[in-house]
């Protein structure tokens, strides 16, 4: 009697490896996300860190140039990162205190292709592409009404606004 059940457990436990075997190999969801779609795990956590740095550095420390460079570093080197739009609003707003003299830290003034980079007028331009983008990517953002706010402060820097003023 227990040669004939252990028997039959184990033909039913073959039974059952074959069948899931199969069903994992058939590419359902079984098998998992389409890896095309999935983010990179790694990168996203470091995005993620390099957004702390630069959101300390921009709220707690108000050094405005160091979290600019990062945010910038951030936008270039990671495109897809899933809090972009945080990103965007950091650099917008660093460049837009950078553009005042605000804060605590300043960008440097030699040698001279970093003085032209920091120009207030060049900050104010790089301001509203960062804010622009923000609001024209990311519309559900909490971000979003800041972004508004800012980009009409900075107003309109097209040639013919220009000619008006």
């Given at each position: ?66 979290s ?6 951030l ?34 003034k ?41 980009l ?14």
């Amino acid at each position: 009697m227990k040669k004939s059940f252990l028997i039959v457990c184990g033909m039913a436990l073959l039974v059952l490896c074959a069948a899931f075997d199969s069903r994992a190999q058939s590419g359902t969801v079984a098998g998992g996300p389409d890896p095309s779609v999935m983010k990179d795990t790694e990168t996203e956590k470091t995005a993620t860190h390099e957004l702390k740095v630069a959101r300390h550095y921009f709220k707690a420390k108000k050094a405005y140039y160091a979290s600019y460079k990062r945010a910038d570093e951030l936008i270039a080197g990671y495109p897809e990162f899933s809090h972009l739009d945080e990103v965007l609003f950091i650099a917008g707003m660093s460049s837009i205190y950078l553009s005042e003299g605000k804060g605590k830290q300043l960008p440097p003034k030699s040698p001279p292709q970093k003085a032209q980079e920091f120009a207030p007028d060049v900050l104010r331009a790089n301001a509203r592409l960062f804010l622009s983008r923000l609001v024209k990517d990311f519309p559900k953002s909490d971000f979003f009404k800041e972004a508004e706010t800012a980009l009409s402060q900075l107003g309109d820097a097209s040639p013919q606004a220009e000619k008006q003023q």
